[in-house]
Every structure is written in structure tokens, then in C-alpha cells.
């Protein structure tokens, strides 16, 4: 720093790093020319017969120091070099830098490595380039002062963008904040330094990042090691090596040991087996770990490419193949279309296509005990948090907001049957959760559904103070997809919906698996509900049904939500399906017996569009009784008998 009113112009230490004070330089001084190269002056004057390389760093760059050591480690520091990503200019600087056609300088943001050579001749120019500055920036100005007294430019091999990374954008174009879980992959593994990290979380973030893919790194060269001892026992003599100790030696190269379905993406589109067979886009975990896996297989490529004087590109994924296994992890038949380029002796650019086999086997499971939680909690207050949300001491579980459209005084029993099961549930067992019910009066005397409703939950809330129940109605006909939307938009975008019917019966345990599925911005939960049949002693799994559903409200916005122009039975819970298919949202759907779907008759109406009918009548069938009972109705029918 440089010297000013801060405590910080104190010679010592700051936050733990050593603190120099330039002497008779300005610290608030901008733009910092005369600071950054006083800066290089003292680094020689004090290091110069100590180092044998210098970096000039922001301290908004994240420095990953044993790469760059084992970097620059073959480099002769002898020569004078200036390394870093070269620049000229950008937007309307550009052309503006008074450069020379042949000239750049190294952008100071992700940081400038410098011999020591280099150093000890820019020393001595030091003065004369901060008597002749030409522009306002400090970097531009010590390249050309490296410039002046080396000849030397900064590197302009293309690698120096990925080594040395600065995020592009930004305000007045200065870079893009780098947030460490966005990172792409190919940055973590090659770069030396990333920049810009001004936030103090994401720089200590990065370092966890970083940290965990080396971790990450170790652990599988350790299984590539085990799996190949695994090979070599095999010539062994029984009995030589324990088998405790060896892996599968199939673990890494054999397609013959897999079963079950691929999955195929073709055109960018994924289809899959598992999810009947329907395009969709390629989820996100699946997409980046696609880029993972063709990053990896160009780093093979490419080890050797600057001795051989070429370098493979990607261009386009033709179409693969992918298969998991909760053995055999991931593996992945690719047809890649590559950009060869040879640019020593003989130059030529062509394409070529090439086939790939890619095995990424899962590492050893990790087991972490935690000291499970009741599943009736405690007996303690329940609190309403200053921004309405709902919360119980010492319970850290996410809220669940249940949304339930109703209409009909036929259904005024079924509407008591579910508030007593919402009651045992969630309410006497201290779930955090809250009850929206949107009630449709659907004729101006309409009015005892609203009555009932409104009865059952003042009762319950008078009961279970301090939990949130929300009644809402609308005059018009039952449309399912206008009462869940209406539901919808009484939460806010963090909010986690379970969205079901008053028929559905439920535990709390159905809650949990809400909470599990669902993530924001990633998955959501489309469950396999268990239907009654008539006289509800016997069932099946609801495959076809998607009326249940979980997900966070921004994520249903993010699909424009329910398709309200919908009329009749159903079809609107399919629209809203497809919808998510159709985003790198991933939809986990399985049965669970935690959601029941109670008997109740169906009533196809006639004027039914004949896509809904038939959907309507099948729904009718399926639930009307077990294929036993179907069986001996029809051999013990007078249309047999008679």
C-alpha cells in the first residue's frame, strides 16, 4: 500500500500477510501507476537476489501456487520472460493504447509473471517509464516499460487465456465476478490463476473448490491403481493378494459386464428409456457431464500436442450413448466431430470424427454419521417468522406449502376427511408447513363447500396456533388448473408446493420425500401415488397420473405454470408434465406408498374434447375394481348366464 490516513499504512501485518508501506507514494492515488511500479522496484530491491520468478497480483485473483510453480519450474529464468494473457485493448480502447502493430502487454487482472532477469532490467528503466507514461492504465504502462527494456512482449500463445483466466464483462468491462459454482470444469483443471473474486465468500469458496477436486483427483488415480492390481492378480497364484482388497477388474474397460437400458442423445435431445421414451432436452447434470467427459478426452489428445506440433478441438457431439450403473458408474459411447490442426512443418485444418469409449466409474462411498432426528419432534412452541413463513424451534426442515382446490358439497365429507388427516400428519407431529385452500363457488347459493372449509380451519388454527392456513375463493366453474394457480400465486419464489387433491390421504413421511426430491432450479418431484379401487380394499400404482406434484413456485413459473385454458377432467397435470420435459429441469418420479389416492366415482362429461374423454374413461376403468373382481362380475353376469 502506499501511504495515507489508514491504519493500514502501518508496516506489519494485516488480516495475518505481511504489510509494506511504499514510502512517499499516495495509496488513494488513481489510476495506481506510480504504486504498481513502485511495487516491482521494492519486490527487486528486496527479493532480487532471492527469487528466481516474481508475480504481480490484484488481490482479487485467486493464485493456485503448486501448478504455477510446477508451471514455470522447466522455463529458464535466465531469459527475460514477461508471461501472462496478453491484451490490447478492449471495446473503445481498443486501438487507442498507442501500440505498435507487434506490441501488447499483459493483462495485470489475473496476474504477470516475471523472470528474474526480466526484473532486474525493468528496474533500472523504472524511473524514465514513470516520466513518460502514455495512458491511465498501469498494466499497459509496465508492458511497455518491459517493452523498452527487454524488447520482449507478453506471451501470445492461446493456452495464456485458460492459464492465466479472467472472466470476461462486467461493469466498464473490467470482468465478470467469478462465482466458484459456475466455474466450468476445463477452468478448475488447467488455470493458474482465476480472476476476479472481489467477494470474500467466493474467493474462500474457490479454495474449497479447488481443494476438493484435487481431493477428488487423488482418489481416483488410487482406484485406477486398485483396479489395475486387480488385473495383475488375476496371472497371480490364488491366495497371493486378499481379496478384500482388489476391485472388480472390469471396473474401468468392459462393456459386456453392463445391463439395462442406454440412454441416447441425439441432436442435443435426450431420449430415454426410463422416461418412456420421450424427447426432452438434455438435463443439466447430464450436459455438464457430457463437457466434463469431452474435456477429458481432449486433455488426452492433447498431451503431447505442442511437441507434435498440433492441437485437437471439439466441434460437435454427433450423438451419444450413455448407461449408469450403481456399480460400473457412467459410461459413455460417443461419435465426436473434431477440428484437427497441425501448424509445424506441413499446415492443414481438417475435420475428422472419431469414436470414443469413456468409462467414469463412482468412488468409494463416503459415510457420514448423523444423530437422527425424531420423527415426532419435541412438544415446543411453533413460531411465525417477520416474513410469514413458518418455522419450529430447532427444526431446520424446509416448509412445505400444500395447495388444494375444491368445489361441490359433495364433497364437504371429503374435505373434513382430509383436514383430520392434514391434523395427524402434519399438525400434531409439528411439521412445518403450511395450507392453502382454493374453493370454487361455482353458483351464487354455493356457499357450504366455503362455509366447511373455513370452519375446519379455524378450528385447526385455533387449535395449532402459529400455523399458517390460507382460504381463498373463486366464482366460477371447477377448473383445476386456475384453482392451483390461484394457490400458486399466494406464494412467494422460495416456497416449496406440494400440489394434490382432496382425496389424496398422506403421512409426514410424504413431506420428507417433498423436501428430498424437490430442488430449486434442478428437480422436481412427480410422484407415483397408490389409487383405491372401489371399496378400497385392494389398489394399484397411478403410473399414468401427474396430478401430484412437488416444486418450488420458481420453478413453476419458470414453465409459465398450470395451462388454464384447460376446461373438464384433466390433461392439464400431463400439459404441465411436458412442460418440464421440455427444460434442464430433471423430474424424479417414483412410486411411494406415503401418498394414497381414495375411491371416489368419475364423471365423464360429454362435451369432453375426445383426447380428454378418452383419458377420462380410462381413468374410470382403471379404478372401478381389481381384474379379479372384473373377472367373476362378467363369468357370473346373466349376459354368460343367461
Excluded at 353458483?443 to 357450504?448: F, I, L
Excluded at 401415488?529 to 416444486?551: C, H, L, N, P, T
Excluded at 411411494?592 to 389416492?597: A, E, M, R
Aim: charge should be negative; charged fraction near 25%.
Amino acid at each position: 500500500v502506499g501511504e495515507g490516513d489508514m491504519v493500514e499504512s502501518t508496516p506489519g501485518e494485516w488480516c495475518g500477510a505481511p504489510l509494506v508501506v511504499l514510502k512517499g507514494v499516495e495509496d488513494g492515488a488513481y489510476p495506481p501507476q506510480e504504486k504498481s511500479f513502485m511495487m516491482l522496484a521494492w519486490m527487486w530491491d528486496n527479493f532480487g537476489t532471492k527469487a528466481r520468478w516474481f508475480l504481480r497480483a490484484d488481490d482479487d485473483v485467486f493464485v493456485k501456487v503448486e501448478q504455477l510453480i510446477e508451471f514455470l519450474r522447466p522455463i529458464n529464468d535466465s531469459q527475460p520472460h514477461y508471461i501472462g494473457q496478453a491484451g490490447r485493448g478492449r471495446g473503445l480502447e481498443e486501438g487507442r493504447l498507442d501500440l505498435d502493430w507487434n506490441q501488447n502487454f499483459c493483462m495485470g487482472g489475473p496476474g504477470v509473471v516475471l523472470s528474474w532477469t526480466t526484473m532486474s532490467l525493468l528496474r533500472e528503466e523504472i524511473p524514465s517509464c514513470l516520466s513518460s507514461l502514455v495512458t491511465s492504465h498501469e498494466d499497459v504502462e509496465v508492458g511497455r516499460c518491459v517493452a523498452r527494456a527487454t524488447g520482449r512482449a507478453c506471451t501470445w500463445a492461446y493456452d495464456m487465456q485458460t492459464l492465466f483466466y479472467h472472466s470476461t464483462g462486467g461493469k466498464d468491462d473490467k470482468g465478470s465476478e467469478v462465482v466458484p459454482a459456475k466455474v466450468g470444469e476445463r477452468v478448475l483443471q488447467h488455470a493458474l490463476t482465476i480472476h476476479p473474486l472481489k467477494q470474500p465468500e467466493n474467493m474462500e469458496n474457490m479454495a474449497v473448490k479447488v481443494a476438493a477436486s484435487k481431493r477428488t483427483e487423488l482418489r481416483t488415480r488410487a482406484l485406477k491403481a486398485k483396479v489395475m492390481a486387480a488385473k495383475l492378480a488375476e496371472d497371480l497364484p490364488v491366495g497371493t493378494v486378499p481379496e478384500v482388497e482388489l476391485l472388480d477388474g472390469d471396473l474401468l474397460d468392459n462393456l459386456a459386464v453392463l445391463t439395462g437400458p442406454w440412454d441416447l442423445i441425439l441432436n442435443h435431445q435426450l431420449y430415454s428409456v426410463k422416461a418412456g421414451g420421450a424427447r426432452r432436452k438434455v438435463p443439466q447434470h447430464l450436459a455438464e457431464g457430457l463437457t466434463r467427459v469431452v474435456g477429458h478426452v481432449l486433455d488426452v489428445i492433447n498431451a503431447e500436442a505442442s511437441d507434435k506440433g498440433r492441437i485437437i478441438e471439439f466441434r460437435d457431439l454427433f450423438y451419444a450413448y450413455v448407461h449408469t450403473d450403481p456399480k460400473y458408474g457412467l459410461t459413455y459411447i460417443l461419435d465426436l466431430l473434431l477440428l484437427y490442426k497441425r501448424y509445424k512443418g506441413n499446415k492443414m485444418t481438417v475435420k475428422v470424427r472419431r469414436h470414443v469409449y469413456v468409462r467414469q466409474p463412482f468412488l468409494p462411498l463416503v459415510a457420514k454419521l448423523e444423530e437422527e432426528q425424531e420423527s415426532n419432534p419435541p412438544s415446543v412452541p411453533v413460531m411465525v417468522s417477520a416474513d410469514g413463513g413458518l418455522g419450529v424451534a430447532q427444526d431446520t426442515r424446509q416448509s412445505v406449502t400444500i395447495i388444494v382446490p375444491v368445489a361441490g358439497e359433495k364433497k364437504i365429507p371429503v374435505v373434513r376427511r382430509f383436514l383430520e388427516n392434514y391434523e395427524k400428519e402434519v399438525l400434531s407431529q409439528l411439521q412445518p408447513a403450511r395450507l392453502v385452500m382454493v374453493v370454487f363457488k361455482e353458483e351464487e347459493r354455493d356457499t357450504q363447500m366455503e362455509a366447511a372449509v373455513r370452519e375446519g380451519t379455524e378450528a385447526l388454527e385455533n387449535n395449532y396456533p402459529g400455523y399458517d392456513f390460507t382460504v381463498t375463493v373463486l366464482t366460477m366453474a371447477f377448473n383445476r388448473g386456475v384453482g392451483m394457480m390461484a394457490g400458486i400465486k399466494l406464494c412467494v419464489d422460495s416456497e416449496l408446493m406440494l400440489l394434490i387433491d382432496v382425496d389424496i390421504q398422506f403421512s409426514g413421511e410424504a413431506l420428507d420425500l417433498v423436501r428430498s426430491f424437490s430442488k430449486p432450479g434442478e428437480q422436481v418431484y412427480f410422484p407415483v401415488v397408490f389409487s383405491m379401487f372401489k371399496g378400497e380394499k385392494e389398489g394399484y400404482w397411478r403410473d399414468f397420473g401427474y396430478g401430484i406434484m412437488s416444486a418450488y413456485k420458481q420453478d413453476i413459473d419458470r414453465v409459465q405454470g398450470f395451462n388454464t385454458t384447460i376446461n373438464g377432467w384433466g390433461k392439464e397435470d400431463v400439459d404441465l408434465y411436458e412442460r418440464f420435459l421440455n427444460t434442464n429441469i430433471s423430474i424424479f418420479r417414483a412410486p411411494t406408498p406415503h401418498l394414497v389416492h381414495r375411491y371416489h366415482p368419475v364423471t365423464c362429461s360429454s362435451s369432453l374434447p375426445p383426447t380428454q374423454a378418452a383419458m377420462c374413461k380410462s381413468s374410470r376403468a382403471s379404478n372401478y375394481l381389481p381384474l379379479g373382481e372384473l373377472v367373476d362380475k362378467i363369468l357370473n353376469s346373466s349376459l354368460l348366464n343367461g
